[in-house]
């Protein structure tokens, strides 16, 4: 079996990663950005950090902002207009995943126009050019959308999320710099934590993980688990660790695929405009149950990764378990909300199982689940 790792051309990882930008434009000989990121980023000053940059060393920009918290056909179709009215020649994309997701979108299209159609993109899109030449710079530690060949749109018309993985759309270069991230605010902070925790662990049990990604996998697991509730607490160390973690994740399962832990939280993140890496957290431990008993021993190692003691002397049944209550007990440290009672609806349940059944993330789940499997596990959040 033949295995593909895909990766940044390069990256920059640290406090101060972010002052790299003005040399890497230089370098690129390039004129002039189209600066995505959103409004929130803009008002709260966190994109300035990237401006002040720019506008310091003369360097041309135009912003596009119009990005929702899960970017949209419309909103990416927006995107495309804005490049080509600013004559950019390259993006930075500022921002946690709906900023990384919306860029890259954005960048594809541009150099294959026979994708405008931004639904074509679904799936393995067969584009033929490299996107558009884009720095990533991210302001949340979960997404890890710098490193990933994947990006998620929501069809506001269908009332569906679809995820696109194309090798073309991976940003050339990735700032990962966790003073970028600093003024997350707690809720923020533990969902995008606990999304990262979501990607190593489904990550590690899907159908296609293998050595070298399982090596990720595992060290993102062990980092999240140590310093996610440090993050939590704006500790300087925490903030760097998950920094870090987040991007190790990515690194793994961007080449291996998800589980359905990702296809539910779409769907609900598509019909209650629900904040992803909560949907997520919430889920990851009702379908790591449901998973257990396809995933061999690798669940002994989700445990010891999350610090539980006495593992070697456990039962499979014991260590499963206990991996599963260590994810929910890190949920619970950091706020996660338990269930979803007054949001979920029984009569959306068929709705949302469907959709997330044909989601890009199901076949790489270690179970074949069916819809009326799915529609069971969201009724335990009712």
Avoid at 2 to 9: G, K
Avoid at 69 to 76: D, G, L
Avoid at 101 to 125: C, H, M, Q, W, Y
Avoid at 201 to 215: F, K, P, Q, V
Wanted: aromatic residues 6%; contains cysteine.
């Amino acid at each position: 079996m033949v295995n593909r790792i895909v990766l940044n051309e390069v990256s920059y990882h640290g406090k101060g990663a972010v002052k790299e930008l003005v040399s890497i434009v230089n370098k690129l000989n390039a004129k002039k950005a189209l600066v995505v990121t959103d409004s929130d980023l803009l008002k709260f000053k966190v994109a300035n950090k990237v401006t002040d940059l720019l506008d310091e060393n003369n360097l041309e920009y135009e912003i596009f902002s119009d990005i929702q918290p899960n970017p949209t056909i419309t909103n990416v179709k927006n995107g495309v207009k804005a490049f080509k009215d600013s004559n950019a020649d390259y993006i930075i994309a500022i921002g946690g995943g709906s900023s990384m997701d919306t860029a890259k979108a954005i960048g594809i299209i541009i150099n294959n126009p026979d994708f405008d159609d931004v639904r074509s993109l679904e799936g393995e899109a067969e584009t033929k050019n490299p996107a558009v030449t884009t720095i990533a710079i991210p302001t949340t530690a979960g997404t890890a959308a710098e490193v990933t060949i994947n990006y998620v749109i929501t069809d506001e018309e269908r009332k569906r999320k679809f995820v696109c993985v194309d090798t073309h759309d991976i940003p050339n270069v990735a700032l990962v710099d966790p003073d970028m991230m600093s003024s997350m605010p707690k809720g923020l902070t533990a969902s995008t934590g606990m999304d990262a925790l979501t990607h190593a662990i489904e990550g590690y049990i899907t159908l296609g993980a293998w050595e070298l990604t399982d090596m990720f996998h595992l060290k993102a697991i062990e980092l999240v688990n140590d310093y996610l509730r440090d993050a939590v607490e704006n500790k300087a160390e925490g903030r760097e660790k998950m920094a870090l973690a987040q991007y190790v994740a990515g690194m793994g399962f961007s080449n291996v695929g998800l589980g359905i832990a990702h296809s539910m939280a779409h769907s609900l993140g598509a019909l209650y405009g629900l904040a992803h890496g909560v949907c997520c957290a919430m889920l990851l431990p009702i379908v790591m149950e449901y998973n257990k008993d396809f995933t061999a021993e690798k669940y002994k190692y989700i445990a010891k990764a999350m610090k539980v003691e006495n593992v070697d002397s456990m039962t499979t049944e014991e260590y499963r378990n206990a991996a599963i209550e260590a994810v929910k007990k890190l949920s619970s440290d950091v706020g996660i909300p338990k269930d979803l009672k007054g949001t979920l609806k029984e009569e959306d349940i068929n709705f949302l199982a469907t959709s997330a059944f044909n989601d890009a993330c199901t076949p790489g789940n270690p179970r074949t689940p069916t819809v009326e499997e799915i529609e069971e596990l969201y009724r335990i959040l009712l």
